[in-house]
């Protein structure tokens, strides 16, 4: 199946159902989605939005974020929108390179690699993360997730929506990459360029730019190793951390599979 959908001003939007699980039953499509931002939609694309019955929209961007580029909504918005005004104990992204006098692959591969180690246990994520199971045990239709670029915020609570659901680590992992679509990438760096020198004036070399739009495997495998650090597995973490007990992946089980 083809899993990004073509918006006009909403990257990385696809569905992250369908896969195959342990249970025997396979995700079922047309109520897991994740995208970019939504702040650059066009009217079409929120009518689309509109039509695909989306009852929950899970905006993980910071504050700040959401301030600097609100997200667009359909006429007659009714869906129920999750997200947070925690304050992180780590700087926004374009705050942190305005203390660099040049931006580097090596930089950018470096940041994610401390993000993931970090995302697990931020307070901020671990509200959001837990506020999206509960909804998506009990929710009332598709739900979308969406950080800033829809990629790693995103990708983590996406994984861990794989890990619950029963999907193998590798076709896990093949969803988490699916952001590596080359034109789609090239897209997103002529975007982020501009973006970067306007935020903090430098100018970014696209090998940087590349690095800096997409996803690594290191990234995710970083997050789960950090969780098999300090609680021995994701479903410890699952359960300790983000509620998700038996009684809940129950729930989870009976929405989201087929």
Same mark, same amino acid.
């Given at each position: 199946m083809s899993r990004h959908i073509d918006f006009d001003g909403i990257e990385n939007f696809r569905d992250f159902g369908g896969y195959d699980t342990r249970h025997g039953r396979p995700l079922k499509t047309g109520l897991l989605y994740r995208s970019a931002n939504h702040a650059y939609a066009s009217e079409a694309d929120l009518a689309r939005m509109r039509e695909m019955g989306l009852a929950t929209i899970v905006d993980l961007?910071?504050?700040?974020?959401?301030?600097? *580029?609100?997200?667009?909504?359909?006429? $007659?918005?009714?869906?129920?929108?999750? *997200?947070?005004? !925690?304050v992180s104990d780590h700087a926004d992204w374009a705050v942190i390179m305005k203390d660099l006098t040049e931006i580097t692959p090596q930089w950018f591969y470096d940041?994610? !690699?401390?993000?993931?180690?970090?995302?697990?246990?931020?307070?901020?994520?671990?509200?959001?993360?837990?506020?999206?199971?509960?909804? &998506?045990?009990?929710?009332? +239709?598709?739900?979308?997730?969406?950080?800033?670029? +829809?990629? @790693?915020?995103? +990708?983590?609570?996406?994984?861990l929506t794989h890990h619950v659901a029963g999907v193998s680590h590798d076709d896990m992992m093949a969803d988490y990459l699916l952001t590596n679509d080359e034109a789609r /990438?090239?897209?997103?760096? @002529?975007?982020? +360029?501009?973006? !970067?020198?306007?935020?903090? $004036? &430098?100018?970014a070399p696209r090998e940087a730019l590349k690095v800096a739009v997409s996803v690594n495997a290191d990234y995710l495998e970083t997050a789960f190793? #950090?969780?098999? @650090?300090?609680?021995?597995? /994701? @479903?410890?973490? &699952?359960?300790?951390?983000?509620?998700?007990?038996? #009684?809940?992946? *129950?729930? /989870?089980h009976a929405r989201l599979l087929a």
């Open positions: 961007r910071r504050s700040e974020e959401r301030t600097r *580029e609100p997200n667009r909504r359909w006429a $007659g918005f009714e869906a129920q929108v999750i *997200e947070n005004d !925690i940041d994610g !690699i401390g993000y993931y180690r970090r995302a697990p246990y931020e307070p901020r994520h671990i509200d959001l993360y837990s506020r999206y199971f509960r909804e &998506l045990a009990h929710g009332r +239709g598709p739900i979308v997730v969406h950080c800033a670029a +829809g990629k @790693d915020r995103t +990708g983590l609570i996406c994984a /990438l090239a897209r997103k760096m @002529d975007f982020l +360029g501009p973006w !970067i020198e306007k935020q903090v $004036g &430098l100018v190793a #950090t969780i098999e @650090d300090r609680h021995g597995g /994701l @479903d410890a973490y &699952l359960e300790d951390v983000l509620g998700v007990d038996e #009684t809940m992946r *129950e729930r /989870l």
